[in-house]
T-cell receptor, first 114, second 118 residues
């Protein structure tokens, strides 16, 4: 158990809908990273938040957005969903958002868009 | 831009054999960090090791060992006396230092699916 929690574990929705994925980092960690894992694209970095502020963006679509709240939990919002958004979404947490730190991953949210 | 290549898509060996998973990386930075993660069939990503670019010492942890060679930009992972429980997808990843000192997120290879047959 990494200490990172993600909810829900599974999500099934329809095209055009909007969903919110939630992540709570390990106790004491200030950074949250979001990743998408799909069969064709592999594991891709989406976005990094540190202590409530956006730090870096990766291959995140404009239909996707994220935020980190004062209690440090983070939410990833996916809107206007398409079939291709079906994937496993991971969040990871790190102590201070430095590249040398280990990122500890949550169990993931498996999203299926029908 | 940084890149991580795991050329072996799938490896199948019989239990107790030794197996090496290859990882080759590309980066323009002199300071960077390399990681290995394991993804068992249950789906979670489990951290295995982190290595700094300025530390080329090889590391051994039980049946696991890692060989880091800057000259060939490789960070290979060897499992000795493999066991069925080692069956998983293994990912190599790279992290670079941003100008401001922050982290961009990990760049992952495509992964190697390791199958250990009893």
């Amino acid at each position: 158990d990494s200490g990172v929690t993600q909810t829900p574990k599974h999500l099934i929705t329809a095209t055009g809908q909007r969903v919110t994925l939630r992540c709570s980092p390990r106790s004491g960690d200030l950074s949250v990273y979001w990743y998408q894992q799909s069969l064709d694209q592999g594991l891709q970095f989406l976005i990094h938040y540190y202590n409530g502020e956006e730090r870096a963006k990766g291959n995140i679509l404009e239909r996707f957005s994220a935020q980190q709240f004062p209690d440090l939990h983070s939410e990833l919002n996916l809107s206007s969903l398409e079939l291709g958004d079906s994937a496993l979404y991971f969040c990871a947490s790190g102590l201070a958002g430095r590249p040398q730190e280990t990122q500890y991953f949550g169990p993931g949210t498996r999203l299926l868009v029908l | 831009a940084q890149k991580v290549t795991q050329a072996q898509t799938e490896i199948s060996v019989v239990e107790k054999e030794d197996v090496t998973l290859d990882c080759v990386y590309e980066t323009r930075d002199t300071t960077y960090y390399l990681f290995w993660y394991k993804q068992p069939p249950s789906g979670e990503l489990v951290f295995l090791i982190r290595r700094n670019s300025f530390d080329e010492q090889n590391e051994i942890s039980g049946r696991y060992s890692w060989n880091f060679q800057k000259s060939t930009s490789s960070f290979n992972f060897t499992i000795t006396a493999s066991q069925v429980v080692d069956s998983a997808v293994y990912f190599c990843a790279l992290s670079e230092l941003q100008t401001g000192g922050g982290a961009d997120g990990l760049t992952f290879g495509k992964g190697t699916h390791l199958i250990i047959q009893p």
